[in-house]
C-alpha cells in the first residue's frame, strides 16, 4: 500500500510524519546569526531550513532611484536562491534561477514591500536575501518568517509582525463538502510530500500592534490577510476551513517568533 | 556593468584613497615585522568557527563563519552513476590488446565526476569569479593521486568514487556563500569544503563485484569517503596523519618581501602578488606536497595612484623640491616616492613564489598548522 | 534538462560511430602512439605573425609547429586520425577605446578578454556560449596581461582581446581511454600560446608594455608504461600531451624576461616525483617553473621578431 495521506490519515487520523491535523512541525529560529549584514535571521520548520539576510536600507543603485517610486519610499529587493543541496536528489538549475525561486521573490517582494513603512527611507534600497538549505515544503511560508526576523533584526519598522503558514486538505477535496458526514480534515503546516498531493494554500497575515497574552479576542480585529498564494483545485466549500486554521497557524507561529525576538525561546 | 568587469579581476577593489593604500603598504612591507591592520602575525590566520553535519538532507555538510562575518555552507550530495566505458576499453577487453593502461576508466576514475558549483551573492553562477574559483579548487581535489597502496584512497578521490567496472558515485560540491565576499573568498570556500568532505559519507555497499550496485539502509554503518583511522590504530598522530585528506587551499600574498597568508581585504588591495597555493598530505611521507599553485590577479594593479607633491598643480612652490625624492623599491624595482601611492605593476620574482611555496610547506609550518587545525574539528 | 524542444535533438549523450575490427588493430597499436623525437629542453617552431586583421588595431596569428609524429603520419599514412593536433590561433585587439558611459570610472585602462576555441578546434565539438574552461582560460590570460600592460596611461578607456583558438592541443593521444590522464593539459599549452599571441597583439596596438610577455610550458613525464619502475618522472620543455604516456605535473608561466618577472603562474598535479640531475638540489616545483620559464624565454625570441616586423611595417606606411 503506498504511504499516502489521502489512504492513511482516515484510518488513523494521524499524518505521515505522525502529527495531528493542527499541530505545526518543530520551529527553531535565531536571529543575528551573521554579523555581516544588518540583520539575519536561521528559521528551520521542520526540515526545511532557511537563512536569510537583510542589507540595507542603503542608498540605492544609479538608474533604479530615479526609476518608478523610487523617491517615494525604499525599494525592496529579494534575491532567494535553492542551494542545489536541499532537496533529496540534487538538481542543477540553469543560469543560477528557476521558476519556484524567483516566483518566491516575486511574492517575498511584494509582500515586504507594502508591508514595511518604506516611506521612512526615500532613496534607499532595502535587499533580502534568502537561502534555502533544505526544502522539505511551506518553502514560502518559512521565507516569509525568516524575512520578518531578519528585518526584525535590522530594526526596520513595521506595523506587526508578518508571519506565515500552510493549510490543506487530508484528500483532494474535489466534491462539495457534506457538513452532516465530513471526512476531510483540514491539515496546517504541510511537509513536501504532503505538499505535493494534496490541496495547499499559504496565508500570511499580520496585525497593527504586537499581540498580548492576554487580549487576544480584541487583535482579532486588526488581522490582516497580507499573503495568500494557492494554486491548486478545490471546491469552494473548503475554502472557509482551509483559510480559519491556516490564520490560526499564523497566529501561533507569531508567538513563537516573538518568543524569539524576545529572547525566550519557547520554540 | 562595472561592477561585472572589475569582479573577474582578483576582487572587487576596496574603495580605499591613495594615502591609506601607501600606508598599508608601508607598514606592511617592513622588514622582516610587518604590522597588519588587525595586529597578526603574517602567518597567522583569521579567528573562525565552523561546524559539520549542519545539513541532514546531505552526504555532507558544513559551515565556516570568520570573524568579520562573512559564511559559507558547503552540501556534498552523492549520485550513483552508471560509467560510460569509452570505445577503447571495450576494445582492450575484447581483443585483448590491454595491458597498458588496463580498464583505466574503471581504475582511475574520471575528474568529471567531481562537479563543483558557487554560488556568490551579486555573481551570476557563469561570471569569471566564480568559474574560476570552482575550477581552482575542482582541480587540487581531483588531481590529489594518492600512492599508498594498501588503503581504499588508491586513486584519490576519483578512484575512490569507482564503486565497480560499471557504476560509479557523481559527487556534487555546492558551495555557498552567504553574504558579499568583504575578502577574496577562497581560503573561506576552500576551508569548508574540507571539512564538508571530511564528514562526507556514502552508504555502505552490500552488492559485490560487478553486480549494480545496491546499499545498506542503515545511515549509521554508512563509510566516510576519506577514510578514518579506526578508534584502536588512531588516537596517534603518526597513525591519523598516514590517511588521505583533502587539499586545501591558501591564499598567500606578498607585500614588499614580506609573505603574508589569508589576507583580509585591505591587505590584499596593496598586494604586490597573490597565489593559491593549493596542499596536502602526502600518504606515504606524511608531510606535505604541493598540488597546484595559480597567480590570482592583484588588485592593487586597479588602483588609483597618488600625486607626489612635487607634479601637484596645487601645491606648486608650496613644498622644497627636495621633500620628495623618488628611491628604488627594490622588491619592485620601480622608482617610487616614499609615502605616495603607485598602483603596482609587473609581476613576481621566483625567488619570492619559492619561498612562498616553501613556508606553506615547510615542516611546522601554515600548511600543517591549518591542516590540524582542521582534523581539530569535531566531526561528529 | 535544457532540451530545446523545437528541434529533434539526437539521442543525449551521443552515439558511438561502429568500431570495425580492421581500423583497431591498425588504429590503436601501441606502436602507432606518437613518440616525441625533440630533446627534452628543444621547442618546437612557432610562427607567429601581427597584423593580419586590418579591422582591428591590433592582430596577431599563431602556430605551432606540427609535432614530427604527425609530419610522419602524414607522409606515411596508417590511419585517417592524425596523431596530434598543433595549436592555430588568432588574436585581435580592439582599443583603447572609451568605456561605456554607463561603466563607472576607472582610473585605469579596463582589459576585458575573451578565449573561445572554435567549433572544430577539438576533437570534440565545442558548443558557441563559451563553457567553464574558456571563461577560466580568460581569466588567466586576464592576469598575465595585466601585469605587464601600464594601464594608468588610459583612464576611463578599455580594451577588448579576443582570442579564437583554430585548433586546440589535445588533452592526451585521442588513442588512450579518454580517462587515462584527464586532467586538461591541452589547456595550458593553449594558454600559453594565447599569452604570447595577445602580447605581439598588444604590442601591434601599440599599447605601452612594460615587457613583451611570452608564455612557456614545461611539464614532468613519464614515458614508461606505469606499472614499470623504470618509468622515472623527467622534466621536458613544451611537450605536446599527446606525445606522452602520462604527465605528472605541468605548468605555464607568463615571463617577462627583462624584468625577471612572472605574470602568471598556473602549476598543476604532484611534482614531486621529478628526477633532476644529480646536484640540483632544487624541489621538483622549483624546477619545473624555471624550465617554463626557459621555454617562455624561447617564445620571446619570436615575439620579438614578430613585433619588429609590425614595428617595420608601421614606419614603412608612414
Known sequence: MPLDTSTTYPLTKLRLDGRRWNELRLIQAQISTNPASSGSSYLSMGNTAIMCSVHGPAEGRRGEASGSGGSAGAIVEVDVNVAGFSGVDRKRRAGGSDKQSSRIATTLRSAFQSHLHTYLYPHSTISIHVSVLSADGSLLAAAINACTLALVDAGIPMPGLLTSCTAGMSGSASTPRDPRNDELDPLLDLSLPEEQELPVLTVGTTTSVPVGENNMDEEEGDMKVAVLTMDSKLHYSYMETMLAVGIDGCNQIRELLEGVIKGSSRA | ????????????????????????????????????????????????????????????????????????????????????????????????VGGEQEGSAAVGGHGSWVQMSIEIPGFRDDDALPVFLSEMMRESLVGAVGTDETSDMTGGLKGRLVINKRWHWRLYIDVLLLSQPLAYPLPLLSLTTHLALLSTKLPKLKSQGEEDPFFDDDWAVAE????????????????????????????????????????????????????????????????????????????????????????????????APTEDVAVLNPATGEEEVPGVWRPRRGGVKRSVIAEMVKTALKKGGVGEEVLEGLEGVEVS | MMADRRRINGPPGGTRPAVFASNLQSGTSATDRAQRQRQPSELRKIFLKTGLIPTASGSSYLEFEPSASLAAARANPKSLIPPS???????????????????????????????????????????????????????????????????????????????????????????????????????????????????AAIADAHIDCLDLVAGGVAAIVSDEPSGTSTGVPKLMLDT?????????????????????????????????????EDGDTRTGHEALIDGAVDAARGAHTVLAEAVRESLLRTVGQA
Open chain 3, 240 to 276: 605536446d600531451p599527446a606525445e606522452h604516456r602520462s604527465i605528472l605535473s605541468a605548468c605555464v608561466v607568463a615571463y617577462m624576461p627583462a624584468r625577471d618577472e612572472i605574470t602568471e603562474l598556473w602549476l598543476k598535479g604532484d611534482s614531486s616525483k621529478a628526477s633532476l
Open chain 3, 85 to 199: 593536433s598543433a595549436l592555430k590561433l588568432a588574436c585581435t585587439v580592439h582599443g583603447p577605446k572609451p568605456l561605456p558611459r554607463s561603466a563607472a570610472f576607472s582610473p585605469n585602462l579596463v582589459l576585458t578578454t575573451h578565449v573561445k576555441y572554435a567549433p572544430f578546434a577539438a576533437r570534440q565539438r565545442k558548443g558557441h556560449i563559451r563553457d567553464s574552461s574558456e571563461r577560466d582560460l580568460g581569466v588567466h590570460l586576464e592576469t598575465a596581461l595585466r601585469g605587464a600592460i601600464i594601464a594608468e596611461r588610459w583612464p576611463k578607456s578599455g580594451l577588448d582581446i579576443t582570442i579564437t583558438i583554430l585548433e586546440a592541443e589535445d588533452d592526451r593521444w585521442w588513442g588512450s581511454a579518454p580517462d587515462s590522464h584527464d586532467a586538461s593539459w591541452g589547456m595550458m599549452n593553449v594558454l600559453a600560446g594565447c599569452i604570447t599571441a595577445a602580447s
Open chain 2, 1 to 96: 556593468m562595472s561592477n561585472q568587469r572589475q569582479a573577474s579581476s582578483a576582487s572587487q577593489v576596496p574603495h580605499l584613497s591613495p594615502a591609506e593604500l601607501s600606508y598599508l603598504y608601508t607598514s606592511l612591507s617592513l622588514p622582516k615585522t610587518p604590522i597588519r591592520p588587525d595586529g597578526r602575525s603574517p602567518t597567522q590566520f583569521r579567528p573562525l568557527t565552523a561546524e559539520t553535519n549542519i545539513l541532514p538532507g546531505t552526504n555532507g555538510s558544513a559551515r565556516i563563519g570568520f570573524a568579520d562575518g562573512t559564511q559559507a555552507i558547503v552540501g556534498v550530495k552523492a549520485e550513483v552513476e552508471k560509467t560510460i566505458l569509452s570505445n577503447e576499453t571495450l576494445a582492450r577487453n575484447d581483443g585483448g
Open chain 2, 224 to 319: 566516510y569517503l576519506y577514510p578514518r583511522p579506526s578508534l584502536s590504530s588512531g588516537a596517534k598522530s603518526s597513525a591519523r596523519s598516514s590517511f588521505v585528506r583533502p587539499p586545501v587551499t591558501l591564499l598567500v600574498i606578498s607585500v614588499g618581501e614580506n609573505i603574508i597568508f589569508d589576507p583580509n581585504r585591505e591587505e590584499i588591495a596593496v598586494a604586490d602578488a597573490v597565489l593559491a597555493i593549493s596542499i596536502t598530505r602526502d600518504s606515504e611521507a606524511g608531510n606535505l606536497k604541493l598540488l597546484s599553485i595559480r597567480t590570482v590577479d592583484p588588485p592593487s594593479r586597479l588602483t588609483q595612484p597618488g600625486v607626489p607633491n612635487s607634479e601637484n598643480v596645487s601645491m606648486l612652490g608650496a613644498v
